[in-house]
């Protein structure tokens, strides 16, 4: 994805996110050990903060500055600072979610502006040719193999 495309992913997720009045993003996709522990931390430095709710069960809202989304759902798995269309600095964190059955995977992206968190990004892609198409949907027997992963690596599995 070129960083062109990104803003401009980023740009839309900003409009849509405030038109919509979501306040909260999905809870956290990691529940590590490491990531529980920052949770306890933050709770414990921070008592009756603004945030522990929210932080303690793993969700982000709008407002939240690095450290708490850190405390929240740990290191990203990617971070990129950039300028918006207004020469203002933006910094964006991208966490991964991957589902072993299907291969398919999410992506959860925060944009930052002056360090506080002003909107997220939602991308499901999924693996072409594993996941149910609409087509597969409308037949009474899809035509998916029982274990899709070895038949697609082998090459011999071909949606019909």
């Keep these: 994805m070129t960083l062109r495309r990104f803003t401009a992913i980023a740009a839309t997720t900003v409009a849509a996110t405030l038109w ?8 956290s996709i990691d529940t590590t050990p490491s990531v529980l522990e920052l949770r306890k931390d933050y709770a414990r430095d921070h008592p009756g903060g603004r945030w522990v709710p929210l932080i303690q069960v793993g969700e982000v809202a709008r407002g939240m500055g690095f450290g708490e989304v850190y405390a929240s759902w740990g290191m990203p798995a990617t971070r990129i600072k950039t300028t918006n269309k207004k020469s203002k600095p933006v ?3 991208a966490y991964t979610e991957r589902d072993d059955g299907s291969g398919d995977w999410t992506v959860y992206t925060f944009a930052f502006e002056k360090n506080t968190l002003v909107s997220w990004n939602v991308d499901r892609h999924v693996v072409k040719n594993v996941a149910l198409t609409p087509d597969d949907l409308l037949r009474r027997h899809p035509t998916v193999p029982q274990d899709p992963r070895p038949a697609f690596r082998r090459g011999l599995w071909r949606h019909k």
């Design 91 to 93: 910094e964006y964190w």
């Design 20 to 27: 919509s009045g979501c306040a909260i993003v999905p809870k």
